[in-house]
């Protein structure tokens, strides 16, 4: 809410999120709370919307190439005054280039952040990212190409919600026994999983065969994943 509040400034402006980026603020705010803060109206990026070209809109968006293809349509069709860009998190290269080499958007953009908040708080230390792809990309056999650049997504969404955690501790001490401890995870998920999956790869891509009644035979697979035993022995640790 502060980065809306510090964009608005006292005037009205339009919010432009995507069906991810509304996913994240509903987890965290009511839009109620969100209007309050001089939004004239809430909007979505891959809806048909009405052309305001006299107002000011800020964009609370997801970093994934059909959504800087729907930023740079309404940038090109003048959809509204300036654009106050706000990221959910870091924007790739190309995509950022492709904004950049844009005459149109750097007349049009007025302001470029990034939050840093691609994941879903569920307690004060627990979070989600909700990716549904995670769990076929790293274990089904024909997803091997994808497995690198996947790892390395989630080692960064679990480095960015730790040092959000982080700056809530005032002491030293529980700081850095918790980037410690996420430093483990970053090194599991970039290194120990690729070494490992390809153990249980194939008992995995046949548990759809099993019948809808053997939830049990999915617990036992993973309980019998050394992997699986570490991560959740230095949970209980932690």
Request: charged content about 25%; aromatic content about 24%; some cysteine.
């Given at each position: 809410m502060g980065i809306i509040k510090n964009i608005t400034a006292g005037d009205w402006k339009v919010l432009v999120i995507d069906e991810t980026s509304k996913k994240i603020i509903d987890n965290a705010v009511k839009e109620d709370d969100i209007l309050n803060h001089n939004i004239a109206n809430i909007e979505r990026i891959e809806e048909r919307r009405e052309t305001n070209p006299t107002m000011d809109a800020i964009y609370l968006l997801s970093p994934q190439p059909h959504i800087v293809d729907c930023l740079l349509a309404d940038i090109e069709r003048r959809r509204y005054r300036?654009?106050?860009l706000v990221w959910t998190s870091v924007l790739d290269p190309p995509l950022r280039r492709r904004l950049d080499s844009s005459p149109l958007a750097q007349q049009q953009i007025a302001g470029f952040e990034t939050l840093?908040?691609?994941y879903f708080p569920r307690e004060s230390h627990l979070v989600?990212?909700?990716d549904p792809w995670s769990f076929p990309i790293l274990y089904h056999p024909a997803c091997n190409g994808l497995v690198k650049r996947h790892?390395?997504?989630l080692a960064q969404k679990v480095w960015v919600a730790a040092l959000e955690?982080?700056?809530?501790?005032t002491d030293v001490v529980p700081k850095l026994r918790l980037l410690v401890y996420?430093?483990?995870?970053?090194n599991i998920l970039k290194y120990d999983i690729t070494a490992q999956r390809t153990q249980y790869m194939k008992p995995v891509y046949y548990v759809p065969t099993l019948p809808a009644s053997s939830l049990m035979s999915w617990t036992n697979m993973l309980n019998g994943t050394?992997?699986?035993?570490?991560?959740?022995?230095g949970l209980r640790v932690y």
């Open positions: 300036r654009c106050f840093s908040i691609d989600t990212f909700r790892m390395e997504d955690f982080c700056t809530y501790y996420v430093c483990r995870w970053v050394r992997i699986f035993q570490r991560q959740v022995h």
